[in-house]
């Protein structure tokens, strides 16, 4: 992980980022009058916002902060410009780069530092040359008057949260089995603190999860229904959780239907991305002693053809007594957060956010740029959540929830099928999983921006920790 701290001046031997507007001055940084001459004109002239020199003992990079019409416009340009200026530094072999603030900009300043803190993430666990592979930079330390220390140590913790969501996304099954994604949120648990609760496929069967165990039975692998508990003596909502649903299929080759080709199967490690960012919020949130009663729920297992799997045709009872009539087998997520959504209503949620790549449906309408988001909780609440979205710039796309689509996922012999028509695939889905609440409630579809097959700037090829960033910032700002 790339270290982010605070110091209170620099020198002018390292190598430094100055986040400014055009008219800085650019003295005071041990530049030559032709150096200033140069990025003078590079900005004026060229309209560059972002300047690199080379002074062969460091760099000296100039970005511009390019102010437009909406300040989460501002910090994510500042992210996405980021990505660009980490080239530069892995290039040259910097090791360790200061951010200096010249114009007291907080937000922009953390925006910039969190994005290239992000572009140095790396899954390198497999690579026999690793070492040879790694990334130079180690550190990141921030000059800004504007900016507190508990403010940076924030950051620290919510990049380290995403980074690890980002690498549990990127195992793949041969190692992250139900059964050792449980255990990673133990470990995680222990580091973080919060507690952690795993339920063996014994206990899943007395507790008569007919979804999760439906999936599992094409697997030689058990599964597993995790309860992860945040619950610090501080918490505003002490008697009302807000719960986190996630769906961990570790691994979707669509069961008995089967995905219709081989490279269709090549990202499915990453069907386990809703459980990654479940977790990944736990341990952000902890680390941060941030004031808030949060329970995450993960049923876990993989999807395979294999055994004595499910087939369409078969009528399944799930955990809250309901039967549904299985006509896909690849529509196995929702089968699964359906136990995990009735037995959330234990608790007297004051709030549930189920996280899931739930649907192909989901990319078709928006692609890869954000979250399909739908749901019954309030407008105040579903609008703070878009302003979270906003500002980490993991944005959400609501659609509708009429109740028309509920007639797409009447059954003729059981009380719903797990399969919609050939349209709005996405808010069927979402139909499905409302039998199951009876509380206020919101699903992402993170099935686009979850894994990416090319790097979008600081959002890297490969999973992206899509919603931790989202939900501690929306768990911070409503505590």
């Not at 199967?265 to 004031?291: F, N, Q, R």
Request: glycine fraction near 8%.
């Amino acid at each position: 992980m790339t270290n982010i701290s605070k110091k209170s001046a620099i020198n002018n031997n390292e190598s430094v980022v100055l986040l400014c507007g055009k008219n800085n001055s650019f003295n005071n940084y041990g530049l030559s009058k032709v150096e200033i001459d140069f990025i003078k004109n590079e900005i004026n002239a060229k309209e560059k916002k972002s300047i690199c020199l080379n002074q062969l003992h460091r760099l000296f990079i100039v970005q511009l902060i390019d102010v437009k019409k909406e300040k989460y416009q501002t910090t994510e340009t500042l992210r996405k410009a980021s990505s660009t200026v980490h080239g530069w530094i892995t290039d040259a072999k910097v090791e360790n780069i200061t951010v200096v603030d010249a114009d007291g900009k907080a937000l922009e300043t953390l925006a910039f530092a969190e994005g290239l803190a992000l572009s140095n993430y790396q899954f390198l666990k497999y690579k026999k040359d690793r070492d040879k592979e790694r990334n130079s930079l180690k550190s990141i330390a921030i000059v800004s008057k504007s900016l507190n220390a508990k403010q940076i140590e924030e950051l620290n913790i919510v990049v380290e949260a995403t980074c690890i969501s980002r690498t549990l996304v990127n195992e793949p099954v041969n190692f992250l089995t139900a059964t050792q994604l449980s255990k990673e949120f133990q470990k995680m648990g222990k580091e973080a603190g919060f507690n952690v609760e795993v339920f063996n496929k014994e206990k899943i069967k007395a507790l008569k999860m007919g979804g999760l165990l439906a999936v599992n039975l094409g697997s030689i692998e058990p599964p597993t229904f995790s309860i992860m508990e945040y619950n610090p003596k501080n918490a505003k909502n002490k008697k009302q959780p807000i719960i986190l649903v996630g769906k961990g299929v570790v691994y979707d080759t669509g069961g008995v239907s089967l995905k219709p080709t081989p490279n269709s199967m090549d990202m499915m490690k990453c069907d386990m991305a809703g459980s990654a960012a479940v977790v990944g919020t736990l341990y952000a949130i902890a680390k941060a002693k941030l004031p808030v009663y949060v329970i995450g729920l993960v049923p876990a297992t993989d999807n395979r053809p294999g055994e004595n799997a499910y087939v369409p045709g078969d009528v399944i009872t799930m955990y809250n007594g309901m039967t549904v009539e299985m006509l896909n087998a690849d529509a196995e997520g929702r089968m699964i957060l359906a136990d995990a959504l009735a037995y959330a209503q234990k608790y007297n949620p004051k709030l549930v956010i189920d996280l899931a790549t739930l649907t192909g449906a989901a990319v078709a309408a928006i692609g890869t740029s954000g979250i399909v988001a739908m749901g019954t909780a309030d407008e105040r609440t579903k609008n703070k959540l878009k302003q979270s979205g906003n500002a980490v710039f993991e944005r959400l796309a609501e659609m509708p929830f009429w109740d028309d689509y509920d007639e797409l996922i009447k059954s003729d012999i059981a009380d719903m099928k797990n399969l919609g028509g050939p349209y709005a695939g996405s808010i069927t889905a979402g139909k499905f999983l409302a039998r199951y609440i009876n509380y206020p409630w919101m699903h992402f579809d993170i099935a686009g921006p979850a894994f990416l097959t090319t790097k979008d700037n600081y959002r890297l090829k490969g999973g992206t920790g899509v919603g931790v960033r989202l939900l501690f910032d929306f768990l911070k700002n409503n505590a």
